[in-house]
């Protein structure tokens, strides 16, 4: 059983730029959140994907944009990119019904962004 | 606002010893708690939740973590260090279902030495 996937799993780019990250989530679960960490720093919530749309957002600019697609997978969009951009990004999933005991975000290994 | 704390940026003990690394948290209504483990270049590996219950709960690798309401703390701790449990820790909370955002403390970097 396949845990959280992320591609790629390194990145550079320069400022101005967009960047696609991608998530495949573990078997089984059906919403999708994004954390960027940066370096030295815990993760913070970016946002969460449940039903192709989502549905909480952190305290991040429009810049950064999401996707779900029907296979439960999906990506991080970051537009005209910041040095400040720089980081972690991981995504982790789980399952949207509150009620199993054993429920909790399982993390991907994450893509390390670079931004020159 | 809801926040976690993690006081200490480091955590030094010798291999055997007990250990423990703190975290406190700030938020309203029931907390789920978590703890999760970073090692280097790698995400975050899930180690032990408080959701309810019994307020000692033992998750991964022998941690284990004591829910403390009136403190409102949530320490992790382990009986005997192990060098390969040197790496970065992750106190984080969730309010409104574990499913949900989680708010993560900025890290201790637990220190075992031989």
């Known amino acids: 059983d396949a845990g959280v996937t992320q591609s790629p799993t390194h990145l550079i780019k320069t400022r101005g730029q967009q960047v696609t990250l991608r998530c495949s989530p573990k078997?089984?679960?059906?919403?999708v959140s994004w954390y960027q960490q940066a370096l030295g720093q815990g993760p913070q919530f970016i946002f969460q994907?449940?039903?192709?749309?989502?549905?909480q957002r952190g305290n991040f600019p429009d810049r950064f944009s999401g996707h779900q697609f029907p296979n439960y997978s999906s990506e991080l969009n970051v537009n005209a990119l910041l040095l400040g951009d720089s980081a972690l990004y991981l995504c982790?999933?789980?399952?949207?019904?509150?009620?199993?005991?054993?429920?909790?975000?399982?993390f991907g290994p994450g893509t390390r962004l670079t931004v020159l | 606002a809801q926040s976690v704390a993690q006081p200490e940026d480091q955590v030094n003990v010798a291999e055997g010893n007990p250990l423990t690394v703190k975290c406190t948290y700030s938020?309203?209504?029931?907390?789920?708690l978590f703890w999760y483990v970073q090692y280097p270049n790698r995400g975050l590996q899930f180690l032990l939740k408080y959701i309810t219950g019994d307020n000692l709960v033992k998750g991964s690798y022998g941690f284990e973590a004591e829910f403390n309401k009136s403190q409102t703390s949530f320490h992790l701790k382990k009986p005997s260090a192990l060098v390969s449990d040197s790496a970065l820790y992750f106190c984080?909370?969730?309010?409104?279902?574990?499913?949900?955002?989680?708010?993560f403390g900025t890290g201790t970097l637990l220190a075992v030495q031989p």
């Open positions: 994907y449940y039903e192709e749309e989502e549905r």
């Open positions: 984080a909370v969730s309010y409104g279902g574990a499913t949900n955002k989680l708010i």
């Open positions: 078997s089984g679960h059906d919403t």
């Open positions: 938020v309203s209504g029931n907390p789920y």
């Open positions: 982790a999933s789980s399952l949207a019904v509150e009620l199993a005991v054993d429920n909790e975000q399982f």
